[in-house]
């Protein structure tokens, strides 16, 4: 059973540049959210999709911005790039029926903005 | 300001030593996971607690939610190499559309053999 999927595992861009990171929620799962992780700290939450639609946001600007298809697999999207947007990209999916379990996490994608 | 505080922030023991680490808030929580993060790793899931005054054992493991739901604590038996991580409590806060976790900024646990 495939647990959720990130990619690219790693990547490298300049500042000022836009990027796209994509998830595939486990099977089952139809909520998708996406954390960033800078080095030394805790998760923070950005979003979380559900039904094709953002369904709560973290305290994140604008520039990142994500969406939901219809086969529940999620992309995230951050314009502008900057150098503090250098962290590990996290995509966790859940669904109603194991809310109560938690969420399954991805191995992310390593942003590194130079 | 950190809704919710890990401590200690680096813990470093031999192997079969105990050891308790702790997520405090001043929010009350409807729900309290724990994870274990391993580096290049994305988090896994090691326990949800949502009564307060809840206890669960995992092996090794036992978890317990304060009764007023605002902090909680890991107490690990006879530490092994294999226990070495990150360890991170999250919460959801309640209210009806609630779905974020919010996380502690973690614990790096050592267990040196």
């Known amino acids: 059973d495939a647990g959720v999927t990130q990619s690219p595992t790693h990547l490298i861009k300049t500042r000022g540049q836009q990027v796209t990171l994509r998830c595939s929620p486990k099977?089952?799962?139809?909520?998708v959210s996406w954390y960033q992780q800078a080095l030394g700290q805790g998760p923070q939450f950005i979003f979380q999709?559900?039904?094709?639609?953002?369904?709560q946001r973290g305290n994140f600007p604008d520039r990142f911005s994500g969406h939901q298809f219809p086969n529940y697999s999620s992309e995230l999207n951050v314009n502008a790039l900057l150098l503090g947007d250098s962290a590990l990209y996290l995509c966790?999916?859940?669904?109603?029926?194991?809310?109560?379990?938690?969420?399954?996490f991805g191995s992310g994608t390593r942003l590194t903005v130079v | 300001t950190q809704l919710l505080e890990q401590s200690p922030q680096f813990l470093s023991i031999q192997e079969g030593e105990n050891l308790t680490v702790y997520c405090n808030s001043s929010?009350?929580?409807?729900?309290l996971q724990w994870y274990r993060q391993e580096p290049g790793e994305g988090p896994v899931l090691l326990v949800t607690?949502?009564?307060?005054?809840e206890v669960k054992k995992l092996k090794r493991l036992t978890f317990q939610f304060g009764d007023a739901r605002k902090d909680s604590s890991l107490h690990i038996t006879a530490a092994q190499p294999g226990d070495t991580g990150l360890y991170l409590c999250?919460?959801?806060?309640?209210?009806?559309?609630?779905?974020?976790?919010?996380f502690g900024k973690g614990t790096k646990l050592s267990v040196i053999p």
């Open positions: 929010s009350v929580f409807s729900s």
């Open positions: 999709y559900y039904e094709e639609e953002e369904r």
């Open positions: 607690v949502v009564t307060g005054g």
């Open positions: 099977s089952g799962h139809d909520t």
């Open positions: 966790a999916s859940s669904s109603p029926q194991s809310y109560g379990d938690g969420y399954t």
């Open positions: 999250a919460g959801i806060l309640p209210g009806a559309g609630s779905y974020q976790l919010t």
